[in-house]
């Protein structure tokens, strides 16, 4: 085994090695720091090629960033992002100007003006639907004088249900079909009159890869002009790869309206820890409480005071090495080969679903030993026989790896 002394230092491991919780299966507690930290690198070595249950990228090209972090010495430095990327302030050592940089190199891909565009980068998916939740729920009450009601599918991803606990809003789940999308019908049978309604839309759905159709949704609340409405985008990972292909006008608000929207910046971009990001308009942000603060010499629009200052860095970096054109082969090679995944799912006779856009191939529960060796997540649904598992498509998982995959399930089947 690798000894902890002779790869402390090398920034690629260590990048991986922050990215994976390693749970229950990991070894017992050993009496050495390094040795401790071996057998954490092993375990990851030796699961993360074959982690295609959920939404994360595990060809993390941060080495570079590493290098330079303890090449430089920054590495030494607390550095805190409090404050507003777009007002930076020089009392804290941060990132601002970075994280500002980020969030003017996203906002054109999703239809947002840079001229009206403001936005941070995010601790998770989770954090950006909770500032879409939040900051949807104070412009309708400002702009109404009553607190909304949320509409959300009740296939959506739990945090936006938690989220309405939390901020105490009203909230109803909308009935979604079969593929995982809102109803139109059951929203407009679900509607209430006479108070705003704060939608959020499903842009992948957690399990199926469901895509909420805006178009149909939207025509429903056009029905009733007395409701005034304000429109989130849940596109923790479709957000992260749909506008590098054909399918790039789904995320464009030019296309169809919404008013903020939050991506995942750990699912597609690579990160190797929770992080994402949030972007809405100026005037959104406007009709906010500003909540001045003198010490940071501003309006504190955002829920968070200290940020992360690295994790902008890193997405600088990450969007400085791989560009348009990197992002852009990524994206399209995924929905290949989720494509050829689900072509050789029928083949096979094995049932199995792939959604419109989507890198998620979702199909009938193979045998355990299957489903724990490749990390696959569970779901039931009576409409589809029962038992589900599925595997999301992302850079990490090759053909090569695919094909392995293929070659256990014929053989147990």
Known sequence: MLHFKSWKKTAGILAVALSVSYGAAFAAPSDTVDERLDQYAAYIAERKDKDFGYPINHDIQLAGFYQWLVDSGSYAAMVNNAGDPFHPHGEIMNTLNFEREVIEFFGPLYGFDTNDLWGLVTFSGTDGNNHGIYFGAKYLEK?????????????????????????????????????????????EKALKPGRPALMVYAMGTTFKGGVDNQDALNAVLAKHPDIVVYRHVDAALFGGYLPYTDFRDAVNRKVHPFDSIAVSGHKFFGMDEPAGIFLTTMEVKENQNPYNVSYLDGSMPMIN?????????????????????????????????????????????????????????????????????????????????????????????????????????????
């Not at 004088?145 to 959300?152: Q, T």
């Not at 940020?307 to 082969?329: D, M, N, Q």
């Open 143 to 187: 702009k109404t004088g009553k607190k909304p009601v949320l509409y959300v599918s009740d296939a959506a991803h739990y945090s936006n249900m938690r989220l309405a606990d939390l901020q105490n809003l009203d909230m109803v789940l909308v009935p979604a079909d079969v593929h995982g999308c809102m109803i139109p019908a059951e929203l």
């Open 305 to 413: 005071c200290s940020r992360s200052a690295l994790s902008p860095l890193k997405l600088w970096y990450i969007i400085k090495r791989v560009g348009l054109e990197g992002f852009t082969e990524q994206a399209n090679g995924m929905l290949e080969r989720a494509a050829w995944l689900k072509e050789q799912l029928d083949e096979m006779g094995w049932p199995a679903w792939l959604e419109p856009m989507s890198n998620t191939v979702y199909f009938k529960r193979p045998a355990e030993a299957i489903a724990k060796k490749y990390d696959l997540a569970p779901d039931h649904d009576d409409k589809l026989g029962g038992d589900l598992s599925h595997i999301v498509v992302m850079q990490h998982v090759t053909k090569e790896r695919l094909q392995n995959f293929l070659d256990d399930l014929a053989e147990a089947k």
